[in-house]
């Protein structure tokens, strides 16, 4: 099974070599750059920049980066959209207005904020996302302390996520050529044997996957070599100094 | 390794009664759906602990203690049929370090054995790929690197051919040939009668919750036995036999390969 585009884009990134650490600090400023300036221009220069940096050093193709954030950019874009509309007296500056619903400049500006700081905070995450694999972050996470057993539940669900997915797509490929879902009662009825079946066989498959790891000598921990990563100075003075120019462009005044 | 006076059940049903057999060289286990041969397996690896009976391993004997399957896993490794079964991690690497770490060696010594695992297996290219990413047959192949990188006196493969195209299984078995060429003693459970007469020294047919237990050639030439066990004579042995009758090859061969077939029929009648 292929999985998700960020898990696929993740896996072929060049930048999966580097220090999760080195990449969690450019990502998390500029999403902490996004959200938090006041004025549009700085919001899609964060865009442009995670945009640039994602198809470029990262390695991430068109495709698959037009496929991770088409979901939250179409999230964002309806939310968006609904803080056009005010309800209530209308205001001085309304643009369109009927009845007590209204648009105004301020709505107008206001959903426009919210728009590129969405997009860019997004593509912020989505950078961090697309260039490391779960597995490099629950390494990291390892090594920040947070308790094994989280991180195992973790890193056992993401793997069972994948054979899941490929079993129920199995299951639904064969309801299919079986008429399953001819029809509305008919597909409803094949729909809800098909979560049971699936939650039935997750069950099962966690139990054979417990002696499976019985037999390789599984005593309570899922412990596994760590690949070291490159940090590297160079990229981490980089993004200090990115991230530093973008603050001074948020704090400056812009009229 | 060997087992002594074997009692199984399975989900409450009895599937072994008083099994015993010495394994020694390449083995294969034969037997219908159902007949036992995966619990059998199981029971040999310390996973399903039997009603009575016991397994030696070099003599000891396996406690169903902590300690006990901790010494038998050092020795005993069980590869199962399907590799998802085995696949916990996200990456190939990392599932193959898992065992050995288990044994609690050195990080710079499971580094080796990983890479000794994947080379044997060569699957050294897969190293970093994620294992959904990976095809049935490479899943099956780190599976096998998983077990292997403990470095095992014994492995215990359930069907490790299934699903494998004919290249793959080639290419499997020229894979199991040098592990036994590291020193492992290769145990196989299957249903290709054709595989197991060309591949095992010896082999143990499970039927009716009984083991029966002799040279494969021999066993697998038996065929009361093998109808009785759901199978079928090896094509190499069952065109020898028929060609004999016909008198055109001398009765009581049994040839093991296509080429052993093509060398008797050289020879002719009178051989």
Redesign the interface.
């Known amino acids: 099974?292929?999985?998700p585009a960020v898990?696929?884009a993740a896996?072929s990134s060049p930048w999966r070599q580097r220090s999760v650490g080195d990449k969690a600090l450019l990502c998390f400023g500029l999403l902490a750059v996004a959200i938090a300036a006041p004025q549009w221009p700085v919001a899609v220069a964060v865009l442009l920049i995670a945009s640039v940096l994602a198809l470029g050093p990262a390695g991430i193709r068109p495709q698959l980066w037009a496929r991770s954030v088409a979901a939250p950019y179409t999230f964002i874009g309806i939310g968006a959209v609904s803080v056009l509309f005010a309800v209530g007296a209308a205001p001085t500056d309304a643009l369109w207005q009927a009845g007590p619903v209204s648009v105004s400049a301020q709505t107008v500006r206001d959903g426009f904020l919210l728009l590129c700081r969405g997009f860019a905070g997004t593509a912020a995450v989505l950078l961090l996302a697309t260039t490391t694999?779960?597995?490099d972050l629950l390494q990291a996470l390892r090594r920040w302390r947070i308790p094994d057993p989280l991180l195992e539940v973790a890193?056992?669900t993401?793997?069972l996520l994948?054979?899941l997915s490929a079993m129920t797509g199995t299951i639904r490929a064969s309801q299919e050529a079986r008429l399953g879902y001819d029809g509305l009662r008919r597909g409803y009825r094949s729909l809800g044997t098909l979560l049971s079946s699936t939650l039935l066989r997750s069950w099962d498959?966690a139990r054979?996957?417990e002696?499976?790891?019985?037999?390789?000598?599984?005593?309570g921990a899922?412990?596994?070599?760590a690949?070291p990563k490159r940090h590297s100075a160079r990229f981490v003075a980089g993004s200090v100094g990115l991230l530093v120019v973008l603050v001074v462009l948020a704090v400056l005044p812009w009229r | 390794m060997e087992v002594r006076g074997i009692d199984a059940a399975y989900l409450d049903h009895p599937v072994l009664a008083q099994v015993s057999l010495c394994l020694t060289g390449r083995t294969v286990l034969l037997g219908a759906n159902g007949s036992g041969k995966t619990t059998l397996l199981r029971v040999l690896?310390?996973?399903h602990r039997p009603l009575a009976g016991e397994v030696l391993v070099g003599g000891t004997r396996l406690k169903h203690t902590?300690d006990g399957l901790?010494a038998h896993?050092r020795q005993v490794?069980?590869v199962?049929q399907?590799p998802?079964?085995?696949?916990?991690?996200?990456?190939v690497?990392?599932?193959v370090?898992?065992?050995p770490?288990?044994?609690g060696l050195p990080?710079a010594e499971?580094?080796d054995r990983?890479a000794e695992a994947l080379a044997l297996l060569q699957i050294t290219h897969l190293a970093?790929?994620?294992?959904?990413?990976l095809s049935y047959g490479e899943r099956k192949r780190a599976a096998i690197a998983?077990?292997v990188a403990?470095r095992p006196q014994v492995l215990l493969l359930d069907e490790p051919t299934s699903g494998l195209d004919p290249q793959g299984v080639r290419e499997l078995l020229a894979t199991l040939a040098g592990l036994e060429a590291h020193g492992t003693m290769l145990v196989m459970a299957t249903h290709d009668v054709d595989l197991a007469l060309g591949w095992a020294d010896q082999a143990a047919v499970v039927s009716g919750g009984g083991v029966v237990h002799g040279p494969a050639a021999e066993l697998l030439n038996d065929v009361d036995l093998l109808t009785r066990a759901r199978l079928h004579r090896p094509w190499p042995l069952e065109l020898s036999a028929r060609l004999a009758v016909r008198g055109l090859v001398p009765p009581g061969l049994r040839p093991r390969t296509l080429e052993e077939v093509i060398s008797v029929l050289d020879a002719g009648p009178e051989h």
Not at chain 2, 128 to 133: I, S, V
Request: proline share 3%.
């Open positions: 099974m292929a999985g898990d696929r896996w694999p779960i597995v890193s056992l993401y793997r994948f054979l498959q054979r996957m002696d499976g790891l019985a037999g390789r000598g599984y005593e899922l412990r596994t070599l690949r | 690896s310390g996973a902590r901790r896993r490794q069980l199962l399907d998802d079964d085995q696949l916990f991690s996200a990456d690497a990392a599932d370090s898992f065992g770490l288990n044994l990080e499971v580094h990983v970093e790929r994620p294992t959904h990413q998983g077990a403990m």
